[in-house]
């Protein structure tokens, strides 16, 4: 009996603490990340996108006249040879001369007439619609869900006591957008297929072909009307050609050619392939797409599904967030927004956006695509809000401010491809137009790269610091990889052009000896000259000198990484050494926006692009706490006035003040992010939709988690109050570290650190700090309940 006591007993131990172990493990899972809704979408912003990076798709979600919008991200009138400067080094002279004299509104109205193109509508474009109209019998049961987990749309309902389902997703691994339509009635479906793309101002912009068995073909070239040429209106009749098909497999039923269209009766189970290729890619596009139908017929529609899941999980699943209150995932979506928007707290909702923006750049921005937009892949139109292109001001590079932070480093890719063709432009736009070495990009650019200056106000578009801006992200980049390869290939020589512009572009201010750069404009601000009139141009305002002092900075540290040490990196030394500080303190304690103190009209103002060394730069940092309340008090004049009224204006905020350490308005501004700047699909209000604050917010929560900005590691910098529990892991740090960080009750409970290198950082939670010792590939965990960190 003893022996029996001494077998039964752990045995029963081990069994209960098997079974308790297992109960743990469940509670610590994850559901799957879905946003669903109980109603299809009423219109184009409430619809659900799927992409594979290239191809996207808005689905509707209708069970009756179902719309899914198309797109494709080369889909874009023009080409590379139109010219890359207007202006000449003389006219540059006269500008600069004006604004030392006082002139200033004289320099507004120049800078824009010998300089800029006005304004040339070249704009990304709609793919065209896919309609699927289905007998009109009234569906039960209705749900439309969007699967962040397994990255797929679907809609399932009932009609006549049967099940239909369709799923769409986009797949990478095929380059295929794929609809499945299912039902469990015995006798089919029935309904139609059609492809379109809407007319340009009255101008057909496709040819539908005849359809012919179980194919509809759609050519077209993309085209742009009345654009904008040195003010003069054109027609820019010529762009990307594109081949788009359609192919359907079904299992039962039959399928004929109607109305220009597929007609579809009796089908159980129908898959829809949709493949387009462009004269963007491939010269032989349409070679390309008979190849794609081919592979496509080699395989079924579970290969195609399962493989892509497996492709986007390798990346989306490389980061998970629990913040755990899943409770609410009973309710739809749109009725969890209504009620954030209400003032109830929602702390799943806010994981699902931080997974929602992963989810976006993944389905928006693949290795050997183009970055993505200002709505990313997804538009609906020929002619698009700000023409959905690439606005260098701010609004693509935080599409990427979350690429490298939460493990993303490939979906980064696209941005250095397309800054390749902006800098290779550059150079002859530098030189032909200001006679200068390097290279140089202004506010905005499109599909071609096009450098030059495009405005019809100069507060907007005479800025000059676009490609400027865009070369931290190629150090950034290296930072987090560590790739020395791509730093010695494409980051250093992509930051040295930008700074050997700005090495020759430097003039001397005689008043105190530094150098200065002219003319200067803030984005998109003005300020009221001594006349009390609105102007834009000024001498050294501050984002200008933070960014010129960023690319001297990183074009040094680059070159002492790779050894370099020559004529170049002498001069840029020089000229750092003389240049005049773009962080200075007002009289009112806020950090000055221009070279003096000016009224504003707008107090306002959207953009804070005087506090770029903040975020996401990183010249002003805790060290230094007058800065550091300087800033504080910058922003808070902006929100006191209104500020912060796009969406991305508060993602930026919520950047900012991560970086400021101040959880309190870290919490605050998430909240008003989720009350004031979603529609129901949780896509970013600008408005109109713009992508850029979805990608915002994401980076945003990873910055309130983690910063290694200034050298060493800052865990939970910025954790909100009411984030009481959580857990986060696979971020990335630079120096190429994954972190896993785990808290209970506001305080941080367990760290693990993981280095591709062995190295020795210092690691900071609040006041404690820690050196750590890391070995290549070794998790470093620590356990704050056990010892002391």
Partial sequence: ???????????????????????IEQRNLIPEQILWYTSPAENWDNALPVGNGRLGAMVFGNPINERIQLNEDSMWSGGPEWGNSKGTPADLAEIRNFIKTGNVHLADSLIVERFSYKWVARSHQTMGDLFINFDKKKPSNYKRELNLSNSFAQTTYKVDGFDVSQKVFSSAVDDVLVIKISTTNPDGLNYNLKLNRPDNKGHKTVVVSTPTNNTIKMNGMVTQYDGMVHSIPVEVDHGVKFETVL???????????????LSLENVKDATIYIICNTSFYFDNYEEKNTEALHKLNTKSYDEILNNHIKDYQNLFNRTTLDLGHHELDTLPTNERLTLV?????????????????????????????????????????????????????????MNYWLADVTNLSECHEPLFDLTDRLIERGKILAKEQYGMNGTVAHHTTDLWGAPWMRAAKPYWGSWIHGGGWIAQHYWEHFRFTQDTIFLRERAYPAIKSYAEFYADWLVLDKRDQTLISTPETSPENSYLASDGKPAAVSNGNAMGHQIIAEVFDNALESAKILGINDEFTKNIKQKRAKLHSGIKIGSDGRLMEWDREYEEPEKGHRH?????????????????????????????????????????????????????????????????????SLYGNLLDVHPPFQIDGNFG?????????????????????ALPNNWKNGTIKGLKARGNITIDISWNNGNLKELTLKSESSKTIKVKYGEIEKEVNLLKDVPNTFNFKLEKF
């Fill in 247 to 261: 192919q359907v497999q079904n299992n039962s039923g039959t399928i004929q050619p109607i109305d220009g269209g």
């Fill in 608 to 676: 804070i692009s005087h506090l770029y060394a903040l975020h996401p730069g990183d010249d002003i940092t805790s060290e230094n706490p007058e800065l550091f309340e300087a800033a504080k008090k910058t922003i808070q004049f902006r929100l006191d006035n209104g500020g912060a009224g796009p969406g991305w204006s508060r993602a930026w905020i919520i950047n900012f003040f991560a970086r400021l350490l101040d959880k309190n308005a870290v919490e605050e501004n998430i909240n008003l992010f989720m009350q004031r």
């Fill in 1 to 23: 009996m003893r022996i029996l006591f001494k077998i039964f007993i752990p045995a029963l131990f081990m069994l209960f603490y098997g079974c308790k172990k297992t109960i």
């Fill in 341 to 397: 928007k209400e003032g109830k707290e929602d702390i799943d909702l806010s994981k699902k956006l931080f997974d929602y923006g992963r989810y976006l750049l993944i389905s928006s921005s693949r290795p050997n695509t183009n970055p993505a937009n200002l709505q990313g892949i997804w538009n609906e139109h020929i002619n698009a809000p700000w023409n959905a292109d690439y606005h260098l001001n701010i609004n693509l590079q």
């Fill in 697 to 717: 917010f994401t980076a945003g929560v990873a910055e309130a988690l983690l910063q290694s900005h200034e050298g060493f590691l800052r865990i939970l910098p």
